[in-house]
Structures are given as C-alpha cells and as structure tokens.
C-alpha cells in the first residue's frame, strides 16, 4: 500500500539544538516534496519545495533533503527556538508533470516542542 | 493573512441541515481543492478544481457537494451530514503550470461538528 510516513511522537529538544524529523515514503515517485508548518486550530504554511533532481535545498535556519533511493527526506531546523514548536507536515506532489493541478498526499505530521 | 480567506471559522450543524463553507482566494491563483482533516490522521485530498472545472474527486460521499463559480471562489454543501464528518476542512489553492507546480495556500480552516 502507499504510504507517508512520520515520526508519530512528539519530539521535545532543548533550545538552540538542532531539530531533526523524518518523512519516509512508499510506493511513490513524486516529482516534488514540501513541507508545511502547521499550528494548532490553524491551516498549514508552506515552508520549503525540494524536487525530485534536487538533493538539498536551504532557507534560513531550515534545511531539507531528499534521497529518492531510500525514498526518504530529512527537514531540520537549526538553532531552534521555543516559537519552532507547531507540527511539521511532509507532502509528495504525485501529480503528472502534465496535469493542470497539484495532488498533494500529506503524512500525519511531527509534532515539535521546543523546550527553553 | 494567507491570501485564502475561509468562512465560517466554526460550524456546528444536525444531521438533517444544510450548510455551506465559503472560500476565496486573492492570489489569482488557477487552482482551488478542498481538504479534510480529521482528528489523528493525515489531509485528505478531496476535490480539485483548475480553472473552475472539476479535475479531481477522491472518492468523496454525495453528502458533500463542491461549487467552483469562478476562478477565485469555492464552495462546499453540505447535506444530511455524519457525525463521523466532523473535522476540520481546509481549502486551498495555488499556481500550477505544466510542468512546474509550486507550493499550496491553505485558509485557516472551517471546524465543522455534526451532531
């Protein structure tokens, strides 16, 4: 079956580590991974779009990669802080290059706190 | 200010009502879907629609029936509701071109419970 998978805990860290989460797939070829930040009662904020050709990609203190063997993409955030605390969402476009719309398949989501 | 605007925030409504959700966007933006999200599980694609036309329905119950007017609005009706409905429905939209699509603006949400 296909599936999206995420660390279903919620991760706690101490502030200014850095925080690592995990979006693993199967059965999938998406030609984009995003990911969202999503906070409670809240609809999801985009935060970064890696493609499939790409290995890493960077903004500010986040870093995401995506390895399309292991089938598996790593977000981190550096130098975290208190207000990095929300729950990260990983999502695989698997629409067709040639179709008008976007099909976005989300994983559950990590929930992150960020301890002072 | 995300740029798609939801309404109502919240929803409470009987199993025999009918209701609508609301959702515009100011991005002019060629694409809109609804999603669902409920309690423990992931979003949960459940209509596309590209330049007003529907592309895409995940297999979703009459119960919910979208309206795409123009490229800019989009509705969702709800009738004869189940409980096991209540979640919180998020609508979105975003630029897709052939071959490149970019990342998706979601509203804030309408918590819907069905009693």
């Known amino acids: 079956s296909q599936k999206i998978e995420q660390n279903s805990e919620a991760l706690n860290i101490q502030e200014g580590k850095t925080a690592t989460l995990t979006c693993n797939y199967t059965n999938y070829s998406p030609a984009y991974l995003q990911w969202y930040r999503q906070d409670p009662g809240r609809g999801p904020v985009f935060l970064l779009l890696?493609?499939?050709?790409?290995k890493e990609k960077r903004k500010e203190r986040l870093k995401v990669t995506f390895d399309t063997t292991l089938k598996q993409s790593l977000f981190h955030i550096t130098a975290s802080q208190p207000a990095d605390s929300a729950t990260y969402l990983c999502?695989?476009?698997?629409?067709?290059?040639?179709?008008?719309?976007?099909?976005?398949?989300f994983g559950t989501g990590t929930r992150l706190l960020v301890s002072p | 200010e995300t740029g798609v605007t939801q309404t109502p925030r919240h929803l409470v409504m009987g199993m025999t009502n009918k209701k609508s959700l609301k959702c515009e966007q100011h991005l002019g933006h060629n694409a809109m879907y609804w999603y669902k999200q409920s309690a423990k599980k992931p979003l949960e694609l459940m209509f596309v629609?590209?330049?007003?036309?529907?592309?895409e329905n995940n297999s979703v119950p009459s119960r919910f029936s979208p309206e795409c007017p123009n490229s800019s609005h989009l509705f969702l009706h709800l009738h004869t509701l189940q409980p096991e409905d209540s979640a919180l429905y998020l609508c979105?939209?975003?630029?897709?071109?052939?071959?490149?699509?970019?990342?998706?603006?979601f509203g804030q949400g309408t918590r819907l419970t069905v009693v």
């Open positions: 629609y590209n330049f007003k036309e529907q592309t």
């Open positions: 979105a939209s975003s630029q897709v071109d052939r071959g490149r699509n970019t990342e998706a603006f």
């Open positions: 999502a695989l476009d698997i629409s067709s290059r040639n179709t008008g719309f976007q099909k976005l398949v």
């Open positions: 890696i493609r499939e050709n790409e």
